[in-house]
T-cell receptor, first 113, second 117 residues
């Protein structure tokens, strides 16, 4: 079975500070990993994804994530937070044949001016 | 631009009513999903469809059913709405696994916020 744990349901940073959102997964087979972002009153949209190959993945809006197999982690980072980054972020993993994803509980990012 | 649309953004229904939530995608995707989103619980899969007329139960199917008569449309049905089904409902679609076994991302609709009174 696959599972995802997002550490910290709420993260608050100052504008310009580093953003670090943590995600750990559990999977018995090589996973495909995704980060999605949800702005208020909207659906989720893809930020970035890890499939195979390069372990450092770059996404939209300056976000990136690094796949670390030894730590079973896929943390999301951004060097400098912007007010527009305030949103809820979801980590997801896909390993089953059906293509379903298991989502984490989400992390709400607040950016203070 | 790819698009997943949901029939209503906000819906208020009474306990015991039969409720239909409609989802349409224009990307010719085989896979379609219905999720329920509640604070602190993330996204929970209700039902999944991988082809027309094919469906599979997700993690929380009780009290729900689905219909997929056409590839682009996936309907979620609450047979007899209850107050504990008050929630945000999200529809998504995706391509199936690729030739190398890889997974594609899901595309989400804007959500339907359902209130059952």
């Amino acid at each position: 079975a696959q599972s995802v744990t997002q550490l910290g349901s709420h993260v608050s940073v100052s504008e310009g500070a580093l953003v670090l959102l943590r995600c750990n997964y559990s999977s018995s087979v090589p996973p495909y990993l995704f980060w999605y972002v949800q702005y208020p009153n909207q659906g989720l949209q893809l930020l970035l994804k890890y499939t195979t190959g390069a372990t450092l993945v770059k996404g939209i809006n300056g976000f990136e994530a690094e796949f670390k197999k030894s730590e079973t982690s896929f943390h999301l980072t951004k060097p400098s937070a912007h007010m527009s980054d305030a949103a809820e972020y979801f980590c997801a993993v896909s390993v089953t044949n059906a293509g379903k994803s298991t989502f984490g509980d989400g992390t709400t990012l607040t950016v203070k001016p | 631009d790819v698009k997943v649309t949901q029939s209503s953004r906000y819906l208020v229904k009474r306990t015991g009513e039969k409720v239909f939530l409609e989802c349409v995608q224009d990307m010719d995707h085989e896979n379609m999903f219905w999720y329920r989103q509640d604070p602190g619980l993330g996204l929970r899969l209700i039902y999944f469809s991988y082809d027309v007329k094919m469906k599979e139960k997700g993690d929380i199917p009780e009290g729900y059913s689905v219909s997929r008569e056409k590839k682009e449309r996936f309907s979620l049905i609450l047979e007899s709405a209850s107050t504990n089904q008050t929630s945000m409902y999200l529809c998504a679609s995706s391509r199936p696994r690729d030739g190398t076994g890889g997974f594609y991302e899901q595309y989400f609709g804007p959500g339907t916020r359902l209130t059952v009174t």
